[in-house]
């Protein structure tokens, strides 16, 4: 009888690979996207005014938003950049741990959407680590947002999805059989 192949230490780091991969490809697509939807909100759109897209439910609205979700905390901009630079780094840290292409759309939509929230906070007016979120999509009065919110909601719910449905980043060890196991025998 042979014995079990010797486990693969590199095996699943190879295998990982193609799904990074896509992840990185992921949150660069909703990266660019949510820059190019702000870039044409700010240079076809007047501050303020609503422009009705799906009646009064859905219209462009162009504002420039200092704080979190519903403009929350807008005194402390520079305290979310850092929370955005902390989310960005842990994201990225375990978008090199997921190895199911389920987790992988996830993590790449959040990771695309946080990158983006943290250049706006970074790069634009009024200054470095004190920049306003470019919003556009006003959802009926409730509130106003763009590409990269609509990436970091959906990328959660899904994330909380998988997770109700039991389905992990990483996929479950297989079992070696041992000497004597029923998957020995045969």
């Given at each position: ?150 990436a970091l909601v959906g990328g959660v719910a899904y994330l909380v999805l998988l997770t109700f449905l039991g389905i992990d980043h990483r996929p479950a060890a297989t079992p070696v059989p041992t000497p004597g196991s029923v998957a020995d025998e045969g």
């Amino acid at each position: 009888m042979d014995d079990p192949p010797a486990p693969d230490p590199d095996r699943r780091a190879r295998a990982s690979r193609p799904i990074l991969f896509g992840i990185l490809l992921l949150a660069v697509g909703v990266l660019v996207l949510d820059q190019l939807t702000k870039w044409w909100a700010e240079s076809t759109m007047v501050p303020g005014e609503a422009t009705p897209v799906l009646g009064t439910f859905i219209q462009w609205r162009l504002i420039y938003n200092p704080g979190a979700a519903f403009g929350m905390a807008a005194d402390f901009t520079w305290i979310l950049t850092c929370f955005a630079a902390v989310a960005v780094v842990a994201l990225a840290v375990f978008a090199t741990r997921v190895v199911t292409v389920s987790w992988a759309i996830g993590v790449g939509a959040l990771l695309g959407g946080a990158v983006s929230h943290l250049g706006d906070r970074l790069l634009r007016e009024p200054g470095f680590a004190r920049g306003h979120i470019v919003d556009f999509i006003d959802y009926n009065g409730w509130f106003i947002g763009n590409v990269a919110d609509i990436a970091l909601v959906g990328g959660v719910a899904y994330l909380v999805l998988l997770t109700f449905l039991g389905i992990d980043h990483r996929p479950a060890a297989t079992p070696v059989p041992t000497p004597g196991s029923v998957a020995d025998e045969g």
